[in-house]
T-cell receptor, first 113, second 115 residues
Framework: GESVGLHLPTLSVQEGDNSIINCAYS??????FIWYKQESGKGPQFIID?????DKRQGQRVTVLLNKTVKHLSLQIAATQPGDSAVYFC????????????FGTGTQLKVEL | DAGITQSPRHKVTETGTPVTLRCHQT?????MYWYRQDPGHGLRLIHY???????DKGEVSDGYSVSRSKTEDFLLTLESATSSQTSVYFC??????????????FGPGTRLTVT
């Protein structure tokens, strides 16, 4: 597999700092959201999800925030590590859209030592 | 990769030739998907399947067909490959969406080059 690394917005952070990756979603009828991580040469990997009836959800070192008013999703990574370097993208599911997801284009996270 | 394999992992083919990509899962998940990933685009859905012999088109289905004769295998066929189909192809699977969410799990991808 390959990651899409060209023409992506890039976020550079120092190791140990917190990272915030943003995503603007398109449809106010979306009721479910996911964040994926894609390392170079691999397929996307599920990180965390959130339903539209929630504003915040926490996982291990990650937090997803959902602002439905402005259709904005963010992924916060605490104490960023070199292994966090990857492309991150969000996906949304439309209400009544079955199991189909629509994916964003992604953000490249680079962790500097 | 959640029990998902794709074959081949790399392929170079000539314009006009037929190509079949295979996705195999060992998770017994109902849903299977084929996506393509290109620079400047997010993952785009080509076709998906919601059961054996049950398939439907995605947003970029032109030039592609699929088949699912058993739960574990989902085939993507390019009947006559074109240079615009040069891409990285990902297969994904998911279980029936419910309390457990709608997350999809991805295979390692197939890089296809059409010359």
């Amino acid at each position: 597999g390959e990651s899409v690394g060209l023409h992506l917005p890039t976020l550079s952070v120092q190791e140990g700092d917190n990272s915030i990756i943003n995503c603007a979603y398109s449809n106010s009828a979306s009721d479910y959201f996911i964040w994926y991580k894609q390392e170079s040469g691999k397929g996307p990997q599920f990180i965390i999800d959130i339903r539209s009836n929630m504003d915040k959800r926490q996982g291990q070192r990650v937090t997803v925030l959902l602002n439905k008013t402005v259709k904005h999703l963010s992924l916060q990574i605490a104490a960023t590590q070199p292994g966090d370097s990857a492309v991150y993208f969000c996906a949304e599911k439309l209400t009544g859209g079955g199991n189909k997801l629509t994916f964003g284009t992604g953000t490249q996270l680079k962790v500097e030592l | 990769d959640a029990g998902i394999t794709q074959s081949p992992r790399h392929k170079v083919t000539e314009t006009g030739t037929p190509v079949t990509l295979r996705c195999h899962q060992t998770e017994n998940h109902r849903y299977m998907y084929w996506y393509r990933q290109d620079p400047g685009h997010g993952l785009r859905l080509i076709h998906y399947s919601y059961g054996v012999k049950d398939t439907d088109k995605g947003e970029v289905s032109d030039g592609y067909s699929v088949s699912r004769s058993k739960t574990e295998d989902f085939l993507l066929t390019l009947e006559s490959a074109t240079s615009s189909q040069t891409s990285v192809y990902f297969c994904a699977i998911s279980d029936v969406g419910s309390r457990n969410g709608y997350e999809q799990y991805f295979g390692p991808g197939t890089r296809l080059t059409v010359t």
